[in-house]
């Protein structure tokens, strides 16, 4: 059971390149969400899904876009990077919107946008 | 805006001390609340959570909740070394995303 996995663990990107952070989960959750984490600071939500098709804004959602076409796949994109957005990348899933649902959360992606 | 707030630490303890952790937020609304572990490096990992006032074990993990204070903390008896890490509170209002506090660097010293 992999639980959320995802790609890469780290990455180097030049300042204005383009990537994909891709996030994978087999539990079949339909709760899915993007955050980062700076240093020494808590977590910030960027994007998350409530479901195949429904995507939502989170409270940093500017230079990402995302995308849920299944239920086990929530790619993050990257466009035009800028420093801003060197931070640490968590994938997260959820059952439901209940209480007993909490976050389980993939191994992360090191982003340095220099 | 919903806040949840934790002093950042660090916070120091011998090795067999009881390690309290707080945490407070500003939700009345709040329902479901979480305590995560998170290594240096390393994703977050849950450790417990509780919705209903009163106290919850786990171990040697204690949660407790205070919902008219709008307060809750995690006791860690007997801590370890291997307890060293930043403990993460989340907070939930039912149908709404989690907000998670800033985290409170915990070390023990052996």
């Known amino acids: 059971n992999a639980g959320v996995t995802q790609t890469p663990k780290f990455r180097i990107l030049k300042i204005g390149q383009s990537m994909t952070l891709q996030c994978t989960q087999d539990?079949?959750?339909?709760?899915m969400y993007w955050y980062r984490q700076d240093p020494g600071m808590g977590l910030k939500l960027i994007y998350y899904?409530?479901?195949?098709?429904?995507?939502d804004k989170g409270e940093v959602p500017n230079g990402y876009n995302v995308s849920r076409s299944t239920t086990e796949d929530f790619p993050l994109r990257l466009e035009l990077a800028a420093p801003s957005q060197t931070s640490v990348y968590f994938c997260?899933?959820?059952?439901?919107?209940?209480?007993?649902?909490?976050?389980?959360f993939g191994n992360g992606t090191r982003l340095t946008v220099t | 805006q919903k806040e949840v707030e934790q002093n950042s630490g660090p916070l120091s303890v011998p090795e067999g001390a009881i390690a309290s952790l707080n945490c407070t937020y500003s939700?009345?609304?709040?329902?479901?609340f979480f305590w995560y572990r998170q290594y240096s490096g390393k994703s977050p990992e849950l450790i417990m959570f509780?919705?209903?006032?009163g106290d919850k074990e786990d171990g040697r993990f204690t949660a407790q909740l205070n919902k008219a204070s709008q307060y809750v903390s995690l006791l860690i008896r007997d801590s370890q070394p291997s307890d060293s890490a930043t403990y993460l509170c989340?907070?939930?209002?039912?149908?709404?995303?989690?907000?998670f506090g800033p985290g409170t660097r915990l070390s023990v010293l052996p």
């Open positions: 997260a899933s959820s059952y439901g919107i209940g209480g007993k649902s909490p976050l389980h």
């Open positions: 539990m079949n959750h339909n709760y």
């Open positions: 899904s409530v479901g195949a098709g429904i995507t």
């Open positions: 939700d009345r609304g709040s329902q479901s």
């Open positions: 509780i919705y209903s006032n």
């Open positions: 989340a907070v939930r209002v039912y149908g709404q995303n989690f907000v």
